[in-house]
């Protein structure tokens, strides 16, 4: 198996190299036979919304060819993010927020044969360099049993749930957890909710 190397990638070259994160996101999550098309159209149209969101920054896992990424951006100020949050939210993810320091992580996929090697702590480790003061924040579905052991491995706490309806910057802009096939049978309400997990301070 080839040795995987990672590197970050800019706004630009992410848009250029699209059609090989698609790739990676068709395998990643083999869906429904017979509707690879649509499901690569899906989010096809979902990066590109993502990209252009504010702080944009990606990592990808290169062995001869993309084998995994990871990638988020900034909430806005606005506190739009946490519409549909249940509960309070607590006075301090407000204040981060409003100072813009809230950075959501919106899509972590690695190919299956290169699963368990270790490679979503990589590239954890590596796009959030930047982030050391940031809260960072993943929505997952509540159905992602995958994801949600990740979350888990690496430490991460459960911040609450979210109503179906989804987050004001709107969770189908791709979490770990929108790994669900457009073409699919429609979910029902239960299965459209929400989990919100953060990373421990320090």
């Known amino acids: 198996m080839a040795e995987v190397f990672l590197r970050r990638l800019t706004r630009w070259q992410a848009e250029q190299q699209r059609e090989a994160v698609a790739d990676v996101y068709v395998e990643a999550y083999q869906g429904v036979a017979g509707a690879e098309y649509a499901d690569r159209q899906g989010f096809l149209q979902r990066f590109e ?21 990871l990638y988020g951006y900034r909430a806005a100020r606005t506190g739009d993010w946490w519409e549909g949050f249940r509960g309070i939210l607590p006075t301090e993810i407000e204040e981060r927020t409003a100072s813009g320091r809230v950075f959501i992580l919106t899509e972590l996929m690695v190919v299956p044969a290169y699963r368990r090697q270790g490679i979503s702590e990589r590239l954890r480790t590596l796009l959030l360099v930047r982030h050391t003061t940031d809260l960072v924040v993943a929505v997952i579905k509540r159905d992602d049993d995958l994801g949600r052991e990740v979350l888990r491995s690496w430490g991460w706490t459960k911040l609450g749930d979210f109503d179906s309806g989804g987050s004001g910057d709107s969770h189908d802009s791709g979490s770990a957890a929108s790994a669900r096939r457009a073409g699919a049978v429609a979910p029902t309400p239960d299965e459209l909710a929400w989990e919100g997990w953060m990373r421990p301070d320090g």
């Not at 252009?52 to 084998?67: E, S, Y």
């Open 49 to 69: 919304n993502t990209v252009q969101r504010p702080d944009f920054d990606m990592v990808v896992a290169d062995a001869g060819g993309l084998v995994g990424c």
